[in-house]
């Protein structure tokens, strides 16, 4: 009977040791220091399966604004204005999407000579004109300037898209599964033909309409030029001054 129990024991350790051995231990220890790590006793890299995982979202959007807007749009090719369209400005594509009763229409944005729009919500009203005409850093931009302050020394805005990627790392368990669209605003104003970006008022010293006049109204103003509602007071004052 003795013999028989350690005959028993023997053969259950043995099973024990084979049964271990099927599992690399460089992975076992990997599972020991996350439940180590882990304050919920969960390994940051354990897979639930049976359980979906959550998919990534977009998070952002392409247009410049996602809101339809009555449109009034000017082509390249005639002097006729396309008039009382709802459109939203694709900046991805650089094509501006319009409704109608047949579906979506899109315009290549290189067709577009200006266009205005009536924000459906706030009822404000956005000017945009074409890039063509005009160069930066010697080359040519594409798609729209947004037209902030019109005149002789105008301020435009420009819109670019990036794209961030997901950065989810599944053994890791770690990272977004978002993709996030950014859109970019930069701004210029214009010497002659040559767009040159305000990011400062050091850039504003390149446009030949800054007098001490300017200088003294943004200094007693207190206006900064990285701020928008700032920047188009300062145009807004140099236009004035230039009637």
Same mark, same amino acid.
């Given at each position: 009977?003795?013999?028989?129990?350690?005959?028993?024991? =023997?053969?259950?350790?043995?099973?024990? @040791?084979?049964?271990?051995?099927?599992?690399?231990? !460089?992975?076992?220890?990997?599972?020991?220091?996350?439940?180590?790590?882990?304050?919920?006793?969960?390994?940051?890299?354990? %897979? /639930?399966? +049976?359980?979906?995982?959550?998919? +990534?979202?977009?998070?952002?959007?392409?247009?410049?604004?996602?809101?339809?807007?009555?449109?009034?749009?000017? %082509?390249?090719?005639?002097?006729? %204005? /396309?008039?009382?369209?709802?459109?939203?400005?694709? /900046?991805?594509? !650089?094509?501006?999407? @319009?409704?109608?009763?047949?579906?979506?229409?899109?315009?290549?944005? =290189?067709?577009?000579?200006?266009? @205005?729009?009536?924000?459906?919500?706030?009822?404000?009203?956005?000017?945009?004109?074409?890039?063509?005409?005009?160069?930066?850093?010697?080359?040519?931009?594409?798609?729209?300037?947004?037209?902030?302050?019109?005149?002789?020394?105008?301020?435009?805005?420009?819109?670019?898209?990036?794209?961030?990627?997901?950065?989810?790392?599944? =053994?890791?368990?770690?990272?977004?599964?978002?993709?996030?669209? %950014?859109?970019?605003?930069?701004?210029? +104003?214009?010497? +002659?033909?040559?767009?040159? !970006?305000?990011?400062?008022?050091?850039? /504003?010293?390149?446009?030949?309409?800054?007098? $001490?006049?300017?200088? $003294?109204?943004?200094?007693?103003?207190?206006?900064?030029?990285?701020?928008?509602?700032?920047?188009?007071?300062?145009?807004?004052?140099? $236009?004035?001054?230039?009637?």
């Amino acid at each position: 009977m003795k013999i028989s129990l350690i005959v028993l024991l =023997a053969v259950f350790c043995l099973h024990n @040791v084979w049964g271990q051995s099927s599992v690399p231990t !460089q992975i076992r220890a990997q599972w020991t220091m996350d439940r180590l790590t882990d304050v919920n006793g969960l390994g940051n890299s354990d %897979l /639930l399966y +049976g359980i979906p995982m959550q998919p +990534g979202t977009v998070v952002g959007n392409v247009y410049a604004d996602k809101k339809w807007n009555k449109t009034t749009i000017l %082509l390249n090719e005639s002097d006729n %204005l /396309l008039e009382g369209y709802w459109l939203k400005y694709n /900046l991805q594509e !650089q094509t501006v999407e @319009v409704k109608t009763s047949t579906g979506v229409k899109i315009i290549d944005g =290189a067709r577009i000579r200006s266009m @205005v729009w009536i924000d459906s919500l706030t009822k404000e009203t956005h000017y945009f004109i074409s890039s063509t005409p005009y160069t930066y850093q010697g080359t040519k931009l594409t798609g729209l300037l947004e037209v902030l302050v019109d005149g002789t020394t105008p301020l435009f805005k420009y819109y670019r898209i990036s794209i961030i990627k997901p950065t989810y790392n599944v =053994a890791m368990g770690s990272g977004s599964k978002d993709i996030k669209i %950014l859109i970019n605003e930069t701004y210029f +104003g214009k010497k +002659g033909d040559e767009l040159i !970006q305000i990011k400062s008022g050091k850039d /504003l010293s390149l446009i030949p309409e800054i007098t $001490n006049e300017v200088d $003294n109204h943004i200094k007693a103003n207190k206006l900064s030029p990285k701020k928008e509602p700032d920047l188009i007071r300062i145009f807004e004052f140099m $236009n004035k001054g230039s009637r």
